[in-house]
């Protein structure tokens, strides 16, 4: 029996997929479209929603179309009823120092929200990370899909 491909959404992919005006926007709706023709199962995490709401509310203020958040944010909605929303927060209390290390190893590069995601996804190696971000890259024991 074939497991399905499992992929874990980064912000910066669901703020490109989202929003239209994104330099990614159609790369994302490329890179969409092949996980679905492959059957893949799409999960979402407590992180990823809290980064795009405030990614794409600072979009809209600095454009001056701050009335525009609101159909983003449905958008947002929209996901998160489409797809798992995984809890990553509940790692903090137990990985706390851990995660904060990461982040001093990666001398900044990587923000608490990603070492979360870092420190996840070494636990479940076979699940693929959909991101632009390309910080990713650089974490041994993670599959950034691409």
């Known amino acids: 029996m074939n497991e399905r491909n499992q992929y874990l ?13 994104d330099v990614h926007h159609q790369k ?7 996980i679905e023709a492959a059957e ?10 809290n980064e ?3 990614v794409l509310a600072k979009r809209c203020e600095s454009r001056g179309r701050t009335g525009g958040f609101a159909s983003l944010a449905h958008s947002v909605t929209e996901w998160m009823y489409r797809c798992p929303i995984l809890s ?6 137990k990985n706390y120092l851990r995660l904060v ?16 995601i870092v420190l996840f996804l070494k636990e479940l190696p076979q699940v693929h ?11 041994k024991g993670i599959r950034v899909f691409s």
């Open 28 to 34: 994302s709706l490329q890179v969409l479209e092949k």
């Open 52 to 54: 795009v709401l405030s």
């Open 88 to 93: 990553l927060y509940e790692l903090v209390p």
């Open 129 to 139: 990370l959909v991101t632009f971000d390309s910080d990713f890259e650089t974490q």
């Open 9 to 21: 959404l980064d912000a910066s992919f669901v703020v490109a997929l989202i929003d239209a005006a």
């Open 40 to 49: 893949g199962e799409i999960f979402l995490s407590d992180v990823l929603i």
């Open 101 to 116: 290390s990461m982040m001093v190893h990666s001398k900044g590069l990587l923000n608490f929200h990603d070492c979360l």
